[in-house]
């Protein structure tokens, strides 16, 4: 593996190696001193073209606690808020040596330009490309999947390494349109075995979702109460991505939306006692989901934030400790 673009370029042994080194490093964050000496001396970068909150300070963790060095380089104040092109950008990143970027861009496929047209020789992880894909939080919620419903519930290892999710049902509920979350954790949560229904209102699903291989739905109620998900997705309303940023063109009212794909603690009522709770963040409290879900014990949301460092290490170790790693290899 070069680089890390789309979960659909995963085969099960990568995904499985992604995770079972994520435990791993998961383990070393536990330790007291949480820096390991994997990546001296090489440089991450990280370039944003959006904004981001957790992605950003996940992935600048993650290059730390493996010391690296790291270079935050943002859209804004850059630049790029000048005209630079994306060629230009990653030209100036090449002459400076970078050994990895990790890209998040609001262009669908832009990482993979940055590592295609032979602008770097950088590896390349997508930290989110548009609409698209987000690789590393669909490894983060399959980590967060087994560990909870595979690891704890079947008493072997506790984050349960080595296994898939075959026979889990995960339900992804919202906004799927605009969603490079759910585009990746459909194909990562098949390769991995796990069913997925996508629950959404009809102008929020995706033309073409047929052929995804997941079912869809556009009934939460009967979604719950009948299918019995293992693990319950909220997606994030995306007011930014709609035109005119008010979400109006896609549905009635908040109200309304609320009323039909809102999890709240009615709706927790109908799930199984084991159900987990997930949501990416940055949350709508009140209109996709209700505080009181979010703050549930059933929620796995601030779970999902700590686990993210330790797949993004595993990424940024699988991806750029390779062959000309220097000392300190083991973890
Ligand atoms: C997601 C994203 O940016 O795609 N958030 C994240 O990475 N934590 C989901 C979202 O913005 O709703």
Redesign the pocket.
């Known amino acids: 593996m070069k680089h890390l673009l789309s979960t659909t370029d995963l085969s099960k042994d990568d995904a499985l190696l992604l995770l079972d080194t994520a435990a791993q490093m998961a383990a070393t964050q536990s330790r007291e001193i949480k820096k390991l000496p994997t990546l001296r001396g090489r440089t991450v970068v990280n370039l944003f073209f ?1 904004d ?1 909150t ?2 950003r300070i996940s992935f600048e963790t993650a290059a730390k606690r493996l010391s690296a060095d790291v270079i935050n380089f943002s859209a804004k104040g850059s630049s790029v808020s000048k005209g630079e092109s994306l060629k230009d950008t990653a030209l100036t990143l090449h002459a400076m040596g970078a050994d990895a970027v990790v890209v ?1 861009h609001w262009a669908s496929g832009a990482p993979y330009q940055l590592a295609h047209a032979g602008w770097l020789d950088a590896a390349v992880l997508n ?2 490309d548009g609409t698209h894909q ?1 690789p590393t ?1 669909a490894l983060l919620d399959a980590f967060t999947i087994r560990r909870h419903l595979v690891g704890r519930r079947g008493g072997g290892d506790p984050d349960g390494v080595g296994a898939d999710l075959a026979g889990l049902r995960v339900a992804i509920v919202g906004d799927v349109l605009h ?3 759910a585009r990746s954790n459909v194909a990562l949560l098949r390769t991995l075995g796990a069913d997925v229904t996508l629950v959404s209102p009809p102008t929020l699903v995706p033309v073409g979702v047929e052929t995804w291989p997941c079912r869809t739905s556009y009934d939460l109620d009967a979604t719950l109460a009948d299918w019995q998900p293992d693990a319950v997705m909220m ?2 309303v ?1 007011r930014e991505r709609m035109s005119g940023g008010t979400g109006g063109a896609f549905f009635p009212s908040p109200l309304e939306y609320t009323r039909y794909y809102g999890l709240d603690a009615r709706r927790l009522g109908l799930l199984p006692d084991h159900t987990i709770v997930m949501h ?3 949350m709508n409290r009140g209109l996709e989901i209700s505080a009181e879900a979010a703050d549930s014990d059933r929620a796995v949301i601030v779970e999902q934030v700590a686990n993210g460092v330790a797949v993004r290490m595993a990424a940024l170790y699988l991806l750029l400790a390779g062959d000309h790693s220097a000392e300190g290899n083991d973890l």
């Open positions: 959006e981001s957790r992605t998040r930290a989110g987000h939080q969603s490079r979350v997606l994030r995306q990416p963040g940055p």
